[in-house]
């Protein structure tokens, strides 16, 4: 097989992967009304199961309902019990003439449940990004054996990195936006106006990530500035690409505050 299609199954399958992860965290219920929450909800409609949006007209009135039209009256009843039978959780109000789906409130619980849910899922599609990297990667070494040279197996291991590297901010990215969705609709539920409450969750998260990111937190030799900012201005400098591939965490109270001669040498003795 020819370094290309390593490289284009490897991204078909980060690609699959992020598409997978967009769609399922598009029908967790995030305490905002959203169309999307019907998409895998199918009703027999004369004998074939098809999407509620091909047998009746959906609308997002407000931020908490959901309204259903159906084209056919004969399909109130299938439309009402599909949505009943399915894993929504919630029981339509069927007045005849309009199917309303109303959204509770997010609890503190729930908010807690669903965040969780949604990293869960994103580590998974992490996973898939990995096992693409990883199969992509084993098959370029033995492609070795087959001829192909070893600077080359070494570039294309570069360019399946880089498809790596990308696909994981996508998956990340896809996951911050969820998590600010469900923070944002309990901020509004608790009264706050959307405006307000978008601005107040983006706090909450950038705050969030400062104490627990690496590259957001102050470097050590330079409280101004963070990792990230290091990292970028010393690789600008060296006119070279720096990615940080591991580190490694230490507190007060784990020794590392004891002062010796050699600073180097006690943090090389404590990571052995």
């Known amino acids: ?87 929504l959780g919630i ?10 789906i109303s959204i509770p409130p997010l609890t503190e619980e729930r908010r807690k449940q669903l965040v969780k849910q949604s990293k869960g899922e994103a580590e998974n599609a992490k996973v898939s990004v990995r096992n693409a990297r990883r199969e992509a990667i084993e098959g370029l070494k033995k492609e070795i ?19 790596h590297d990308k696909y994981m901010k996508k998956i990340d990215s896809i996951f911050a936006d969820k998590e600010k969705e469900i923070l944002t609709a309990q901020a509004i539920n608790e009264g706050k106006p959307a405006n307000i409450a978008e601005k107040m969750v983006m706090g909450r998260i950038n705050k969030y ?17 963070s990792v990230q900012q290091f990292t970028d201005t010393t690789a600008k400098e060296l006119g070279v690409k720096i990615r940080i591939v591991d580190f490694v965490r230490f507190e007060k ?14 943090i090389a003795s404590m990571i052995k």
């Open 209 to 225: 990530y400062k104490e627990v990111c690496l590259v957001e937190q102050p470097f050590i030799k330079d409280g101004d500035i």
């Open 1 to 87: 097989m020819e370094v290309k299609e390593y490289l284009q199954n490897a991204e078909d399958s980060m690609q699959l992967a992020m598409e997978y992860l967009d769609d399922t965290l598009s029908h967790i219920r995030a305490g905002k009304a959203s169309a999307r929450l019907l998409d895998g909800i199918r009703v027999d409609y004369y004998g074939t199961q098809s999407p509620v949006s091909n047998v009746a007209n959906v609308s997002v009135p407000d931020a908490r309902t959901i309204a259903i039209t159906p084209w056919e009256k004969s399909m109130f009843k299938e439309i009402e019990k599909a949505i009943i039978n399915s894993d």
């Open 91 to 100: 029981t339509p109000e069927n007045n005849g003439e309009v199917i309303r």
């Open 253 to 266: 109270g784990e020794g590392i505050e004891k002062k010796q001669e050699n600073f180097a040498d006690e």
């Open 145 to 163: 054996k087959n001829g192909l040279s070893e600077d080359v197996e070494k570039d294309a291991e570069n360019e399946v990195q880089k498809l």
